[in-house]
């Protein structure tokens, strides 16, 4: 395989990575916005849910991270300020796999998000790379 489909289908990937990745947390973000009563259950049951609703009501910090991952979500995907986006999305997703996923019964959850996480790491390196917003600007930029 020649270098300019190598580097073609690396661009492509990335982009695949950044939407796909983008998805859980739209998903996520409309669960938590649209069934707080429901999510904010089931962050009290969990295992460490007490030690975040002492600082505040579990609605309240499920209608904050619904925000927060929608519109870090929409970021990501769109890739715009790819990296402050990844890295608000780090800051939500470490305290709910603190709280919520941590659970002696199943290690699957905890390692979807860890795994998450890494994909989040990847981009906060990065950045967007093509296909993105940032790419874009930057080009524009460039060209002025």
Same mark, same amino acid.
Request: aromatic fraction near 10%; avoid cysteine; proline fraction near 2%.
């Given at each position: 395989?020649?270098?300019?489909?190598?580097?073609?289908?690396?661009?492509?990937?990335?982009?695949? %990575?950044?939407? =796909? +990745?983008?998805?859980?947390?739209?998903? &996520?973000?409309?669960?938590? @916005?649209?069934? !707080?009563?429901? $999510?904010?259950?089931?962050?009290?049951?969990?295992?460490?849910?007490?030690?975040?609703?002492?600082?505040?009501?579990?609605?309240?910090?499920?209608?904050?991270?619904?925000?927060?991952?929608?519109?870090?979500?929409? %970021?990501?995907? =769109? +890739?715009?300020?790819?990296?402050?986006? &990844?890295?608000?999305?780090? @800051?939500?997703? !470490?305290?709910? $796999?603190?709280?919520?996923?941590?659970?002696?019964?199943?290690?699957?959850?905890?390692?979807?998000?860890?795994?998450?996480?890494?994909?989040?790491?990847?981009?906060?390196?990065?950045?967007?790379?093509?296909?993105?917003?940032?790419?874009?600007?930057?080009?524009?930029?460039?060209?002025?």
């Amino acid at each position: 395989m020649n270098s300019t489909v190598s580097t073609t289908i690396q661009k492509i990937s990335w982009l695949i %990575l950044r939407v =796909l +990745g983008s998805g859980i947390f739209l998903l &996520a973000g409309m669960s938590h @916005v649209t069934g !707080v009563n429901r $999510t904010a259950a089931r962050l009290e049951e969990a295992p460490f849910g007490s030690v975040v609703t002492s600082v505040a009501s579990a609605e309240l910090l499920v209608i904050l991270s619904g925000i927060a991952l929608l519109g870090g979500g929409l %970021l990501f995907l =769109l +890739g715009y300020k790819t990296r402050y986006a &990844a890295l608000l999305l780090a @800051v939500v997703l !470490v305290p709910i $796999t603190l709280t919520v996923q941590v659970s002696m019964y199943s290690l699957g959850p905890l390692f979807k998000n860890i795994a998450i996480m890494g994909i989040l790491i990847f981009f906060i390196v990065n950045g967007a790379f093509n296909y993105s917003i940032d790419s874009w600007l930057e080009r524009k930029r460039v060209a002025e």
